[in-house]
Structure formats: structure tokens, C-alpha cells
């Protein structure tokens, strides 16, 4: 059964934005009707225990709720072990086994694409 006894301090996770690049795409010089914004991120684990462990990572993924709203994940650097875990949208689970002081990044990238005169909130 799994015993849930708090933070483990020699189990460290870290998640770091590498980019946020908004295009104004441009078509013979008149902006296009549509904004495009492009994100990349890298998920860190590092094992700084002696011995070999299991890690479960969780990331919650992007996802539109509008039709005016599109939202694109490209393939992250390791494919994750189920998507949308537990019928959760947008849930992406990682299984990571990591030997003893060893470190695994996964790199991902998504883009967010909308109508020019919309607001899109978290953008």
C-alpha cells in the first residue's frame, strides 16, 4: 500500500520556463487575423538518495475549452506513460525510474493560437 509520510528533501523537482515567444505573423505586411503564442519548459527530477527510485510525475497540460482557442502540445523529449490520466484532460503522468543520484529532464513545448481581439487570460 502506498504511506504518504511528506517531502522527501532528497527528491528534488523543478520545472523551468526556457521560452515565451508571441507571433505577430505578418501576411504582405497586414498582421494576420490570428495570435500565436509559443511556450517551452523543462521538467527536472534529480534522485540524490543512495538508492534506485520510482517517481510519478504529474504536469497538467494545456488545454482549449473554446473553438476559437487552439492549443497544440508538441511531442515532449519522453513520452509520458498516459495522457489525460484517470479521464483527467490534459493530465500527463511520467513513470521514472532513477538509479541512485541520477537526474532526468523531460523538454515540451506547446502553442496557443487565437483570434487576434480576444483576450485570452494566463497568456
Known amino acids: 500500500f502506498d504511506l504518504y509520510l511528506g517531502v522527501d528533501e532528497n527528491v528534488k523537482v523543478t520545472r523551468e520556463q526556457i521560452s515565451r515567444k ?3 505573423v505578418l501576411l504582405a505586411g497586414i498582421p494576420s487575423p490570428n495570435r500565436r503564442t509559443t511556450f517551452a519548459y523543462k521538467l527536472k527530477v534529480e534522485n540524490h538518495k543512495g538508492t534506485k527510485i520510482k517517481v510519478l510525475l504529474f504536469e497538467a497540460m494545456p ?3 473554446n473553438e476559437r482557442v487552439k492549443v497544440k502540445i508538441s511531442d515532449p523529449g519522453l513520452p509520458p506513460a498516459q495522457k ?3 479521464d483527467r484532460k490534459g493530465v500527463w503522468l511520467w513513470e521514472l525510474p532513477l538509479g541512485p543520484n ?3 529532464e523531460i523538454p515540451y513545448s506547446f502553442f496557443v493560437e487565437h483570434p487576434r481581439d480576444m483576450r ?3 497568456i
Open 22 to 24: 508571441m507571433d505577430d
Open 63 to 65: 488545454v482549449s475549452e
Open 84 to 86: 489525460d490520466w484517470k
Open 102 to 104: 541520477a537526474k532526468q
Open 120 to 122: 485570452v487570460d494566463g
